[in-house]
């Protein structure tokens, strides 16, 4: 038994629009029209650099994914190139900010689907929550039925999305087009607004590519894909800039309706848009959202997935992780991102906690560029099917190293020494790691009794599992 090459290039650009099109385009017009300072022609310049930068940076990636084929593909390349005490603050750091989104995704979710019940006020914390688990279990069982049943979901759920975003994007440029003075208005005046200063801009760059964020899908799960070398690169290349159009256009549509201060102040962007443009239309509008968010919360459970699962083969995880069920899925690493994600109790803005979640994650990308580089100097032999250019490389670690020192700098605050102290705990973590896995043989027993508990065994495609897994199946063979 072992993890399925099912993923072409077309489901391989499904799952990028999936993944990369979710609650950012509704949630980030809100956090970049305020770091802008109401600026709108800021605003829309920022959504058009921070596609290009998310182009350089996913493109450099794609080097992780074609020289390492593997799920997984980011945290073995960190344990490869930069040893296994990186590669465990990464794990570390994606165990809090995977779990942080999918809750984030899910709250928003219930919002959208729940709110048409309580028109004209808030809708109850309570049934919200409620909502938000039952579809994050519901996505959980999903994952759980392998990977062609998570691309066959995805492509009906992008089919929805489209159609939702693109009637947006036609229904703004329509009332441009016509030229009423109350939809053109805000565009003819952009460039007399305030111009917000460079730690307000790196903010602003945040919330923007916190809307990207899913376009690593490929490479986290590069294992599953056909011919990687040549898919990843061109799925990256064909995807990108079409999402990138969509999303001006959107941001477009919903300026030439609303105010920017009407756009702050609504929780849900699109909804508000909808009730002033065709009121009618909300149910439709809800639902497109909705599903648009739900298949971008499959993918990330799809990615977290395959992390722990490579993470627990790499031994730096219980072996249990690693184990397929009878659909060649990691059930188990599917359990364990749910069980984290329902534990999650959401406390600040949506906003802070998108900047945060960003912000780990371009720090985790500026170490994969430096492992990069490492690795091209240590083992230039290595084969490569896909070398991306060293400008795109010095690129990334230069966006990384501006968005994650710029706010430090400019505003430094108390949650950024908290960040800090979180990532320097997690190499406590690792210490205590180590010296729980001498003792690795008291897991043994709940290792064995969990794998016929659920019916699940070691794959056989990987030459270096752990000795608890080796043990494992050997005890469980006949």
């Known amino acids: 038994m072992q993890l399925l090459r099912a993923i072409g290039f077309f489901r391989g650009n499904i799952l990028i629009f999936s993944a990369t099109i979710g609650a950012g385009i509704f949630v980030s017009p809100k956090g970049v029209l305020k770091y802008s300072s109401l600026n709108v022609a800021v605003s ?9 930068l998310t182009l350089i940076s996913a493109l450099s990636h794609a080097e992780l994914g074609t020289t390492f084929p593997r799920s997984g593909a980011q945290y073995y390349f960190l344990k490869r190139s930069l040893g296994s005490s990186v590669a ?12 942080l989104r999918l809750a984030t995704e899910s709250l928003l979710l219930s919002t959208y689907t729940i709110q048409p019940f309580y028109a004209g006020c808030p809708a109850p914390e309570l049934p919200k929550r409620c909502l938000a688990l039952a579809i994050l279990w519901s996505l959980g069982l999903v ?25 947006i994007s036609l229904t703004g440029i329509v009332l441009l087009v016509i030229g009423e003075k109350e939809n053109v208005a805000r565009f003819e005046n952009a ?23 899913g376009t690593s899908i490929l490479i986290s ?55 002033k443009i065709i009121p009618s239309m909300q149910w439709v509008i809800s639902f497109g959202i909705s599903t648009s968010i739900l298949s971008n919360m499959c993918c990330t ?41 329902s534990i999650v109790i959401i406390t600040s803005d949506l906003i802070n906690l998108i900047r945060y979640s960003v912000l780990a994650i371009w720090f985790l990308r500026g170490l994969h560029m430096i492992g990069l580089l490492k690795l091209r100097y240590q083992e230039p032999s290595l084969p490569r099917p896909y070398k991306v250019p060293l400008p795109f490389v010095f690129g990334s670690i230069a966006i990384s190293l501006f968005l994650i020192l710029t706010p430090l700098i400019q505003a430094p ?29 008291c897991f043994f027993k709940i290792t064995c009794s969990l794998q016929l508990l659920f019916n699940v065994s070691p794959p056989e495609d990987h030459d270096e599992l752990p000795i608890v897994a080796q043990q494992t199946k050997n005890l469980t063979s006949p």
């Not at 465990?88 to 809090?96: A, G, Y």
């Open 44 to 52: 829309l310049s920022i959504w058009a650099v921070c596609a290009v």
């Open 88 to 99: 465990f603050l990464s794990l570390w750091i994606k165990l809090f900010t995977h779990p």
């Open 143 to 167: 994952n759980t039925r392998g990977v062609r049943t998570v691309t066959w979901f995805q492509t009906i759920s992008t089919l929805a999305k489209m159609t939702v975003l693109c009637f």
């Open 191 to 213: 460039l007399d607004a305030e111009l917000p200063d460079v730690s307000r801009i790196a903010e602003a760059f945040l919330q923007g590519l916190f809307a990207y964020s």
């Open 221 to 275: 799960i590069a294992g599953e894909i056909k011919n990687p070398g040549e898919n990843i690169p061109k799925s990256l290349i064909t995807v990108l800039p079409m999402v990138a159009v969509i999303y001006l256009l959107v941001n477009v549509s919903y300026l030439a309706v609303l105010t920017p201060k009407e756009i702050i102040s609504a929780d849900a962007v699109a909804v508000t848009w909808t009730d």
């Open 301 to 341: 459970v799809l990615s977290a997935s395959r992390m722990i699962y490579t993470a627990s083969q790499e031994g730096q995880l219980p072996s249990i992780f690693s184990m397929l069920n009878n659909h060649s899925c990691p059930s188990m690493a599917v359990g364990q991102i749910i069980i984290l994600t």
């Open 413 to 441: 605050k108390l949650e950024h020494i908290y960040g800090l102290v979180f990532i320097c705990s997690g190499l406590l973590c690792y210490w205590i790691h180590v010296h729980l896995n001498q003792h690795s043989v």
